[in-house]
């Protein structure tokens, strides 16, 4: 059974701080997705990594995934209050047709 | 494009009794899994059905069951409800598999009193 460990669970910083979330397995995953939640909502994707060592930008948003791809990264720089929220990874093992999640970290940014 | 739907919104039972959750998928997405949220376990995957098949489960009771339409809309049936299976159920669809962009819908908040 693939796991992924997400860390911290909780996160309180003030508006403009910057945060990194992470996400760890024992296992290799062939693509690893982060999403946002908000309350009330599904999930929505941020972004998709595929290759080991792999870095993308969305914004202020960086996400790396692992040279090994058994783990990633979330990096927020400057949060602002409309990146409150809960944030999830999600692999996928080759050949899987399930995505495994991790637990979350949820996300506040006071103003 | 309309999103994913997902029927009813919130759903109110009692111990013993079953339910039926309903997903209408992105037009053209073939592609339906369901996932329970619960604030311990977090998001686990329940089922996915690609073209009316059930390529994967997971680890959950056989109370647990789901179907696919030839038109892509799915259902899933919780049978004797128990207190543990309140929790969010959410869908999400995408063109053929996992490596596609999943989209979810708002999910269904089922609590079992």
């Known amino acids: 059974t693939q796991l992924l460990e997400q860390s911290p669970q909780f996160l309180s910083i003030q508006e403009g701080e910057n945060l990194t979330v992470y996400c760890n397995s024992s296992?290799?995953?062939?693509?690893l997705q982060w999403y946002r939640q908000e309350p009330g909502e599904g999930p929505v994707l941020l972004v998709t990594?595929?290759?080991?060592?792999e870095v993308k930008k969305l914004k202020r948003l960086t996400f790396q995934f692992g040279d090994a791809r058994k783990d990633s990264s979330l990096h927020i720089t400057a949060a602002q209050p409309g990146d409150t929220g809960l944030y999830l990874c999600?692999?996928?093992?080759?050949?899987?047709?399930?995505?495994?999640f991790g637990k979350g970290t949820k996300l506040s940014v006071i103003p | 494009k309309a999103g994913v739907t997902q029927t009813p919104r919130y759903l109110i039972k009692t111990r013993g009794q079953q339910v039926t959750l309903s997903c209408s998928p992105i037009?053209?997405?073939?592609?339906v899994s369901w996932y329970q949220q619960t604030p311990g376990q977090g998001l686990q995957f329940l089922f996915e059905?690609?073209?009316?098949?059930?390529?994967n489960k997971g680890n959950f009771p056989g109370r647990f069951s789901g179907r696919q339409f030839s038109n892509s809309r799915s259902e899933m049936n919780v049978s004797t409800l128990e207190l543990g299976d309140s929790a969010l159920y959410l869908c999400?669809?995408?063109?053929?598999?996992?490596?596609?962009?999943?989209?979810f819908g708002p999910g269904t908040r089922l609590t079992v009193l």
């Open positions: 999600a692999g996928a093992g080759a050949g899987s047709y399930q995505l495994t």
């Open positions: 296992s290799v995953f062939s693509s």
């Open positions: 990594v595929v290759t080991g060592g």
């Open positions: 037009s053209g997405h073939r592609s």
């Open positions: 059905y690609f073209s009316e098949t059930q390529r």
């Open positions: 999400a669809s995408c063109l053929a598999g996992v490596r596609d962009t999943q989209y």
